[in-house]
């Protein structure tokens, strides 16, 4: 099938609530919002900035964002993504990924006389911070996260002798801490809302004096995104996420909708992962895509869905997201001749 125009979102009619679909229709209910975060855009951005002002190559610590199409598109421009440090030529720029780095990757970088843009997440670096804070107050801090993820293993180097990772609700029983009024929870920024307040509910079944965060880690656009996906799960018999499989909040974003409702749900890289079995039997599809998802991934899928007959979108928006961060401030030094000073001294 072909000759089928994509269907133009920003044309679409834009509602807060879906309204149930007659049958036989067929349509795409367009979660809003999705696709790139504010933390996610600074990254890239930064990547991106700093190869059109120092020139290629510029190394990047870990994955700038996880996602595929990303990571390949900023290789072509001349990044060079490593998984260590030291992998770093001495008197180069290394960038650090949006997850977050522990201290000793700082320490690292000194050694190997890098000069360094730090492109953390300003709302992962909130949490770094409340984890020095607590250590520092001597607390039991109980981070709630994935273990593995570069994320909590970033933040878990702020506070090592402080910090016990709990990995969901079946975790909690293994937990110990030296004294059951001192003990506080953080959480990695991409979970499931639902899942880590179960999980914190858990926790405070043993601990019923458990320290709360001054404000909630999961990030606005985590949440947002989920507040989006349960409004469209509801109504939809197949969920597509567009993610991928690395991506934490991608992957909570296919399980919430399955608990919420839809009957199906898939995560996919791009239009090219696309089953058409899936469609069978379907109506209404839902559609959303990680924070670290650019839209034209999104448009692929809209328009592969449109030329076998879903070419009917209606934008779901329950919350508006304006949020903005400020490039890293490294980006406004001359990193290069700081680089070479460092390889003199």
Known sequence: MTGTPAPRPDDAPETTAPQSAAPGRRRVLLAAPRGYCAGV???????????????????VRHEIVHNKYVVQTLEKKGAVFVE????????????????????????????????TIDATCPLVTKVHKEAVRYAKEDYDILLIGHEGHEEVIGTSGEAPDHITLVDGPEDVENIEVRDPEKVVWLSQTTLSVDE???????????YPNLLSPPSDDICYATQN?????????????????????????????????????????????????????WLEGVGTIGLSSGASVP??????????LAQRGWDEVEIVKPV??????????????????????????
């Open 41 to 59: 855009d600074r990254a890239v951005i930064a990547v991106e900035k700093a190869l059109e002002q120092y020139g290629a190559p510029i190394y």
């Open 84 to 115: 260590e440090t030291d992998e770093v030529p001495e008197g180069e720029i290394v960038i650090f990924s949006a997850h977050g780095v522990a201290p000793t990757v700082h320490e690292e970088a000194e050694r190997g006389k890098l000069a």
């Open 196 to 206: 880590t307040m179960e999980t914190v509910d858990a926790i405070k079944g043993r």
């Open 225 to 277: 995104r989920q507040t989006a996906i349960k409004q469209v799960a509801a109504e939809a018999d197949l969920v597509l996420v567009v993610g991928s499989k690395n991506s934490s909040n991608s992957v909570r974003l296919v399980e919430t909708a399955l608990t919420h409702g839809a009957k199906d749900g898939h995560l996919v890289d791009n239009a090219e992962e696309l089953d058409e079995a």
């Open 295 to 304: 839209e034209v991934l999104v448009d692929g899928v809209l328009e592969w």
């Open 320 to 345: 508006d997201e304006h949020m903005q961060f400020s490039l890293p401030k490294e980006l406004r030094r001359d990193l290069r001749a700081e680089a070479a000073d460092r390889t003199r001294a």
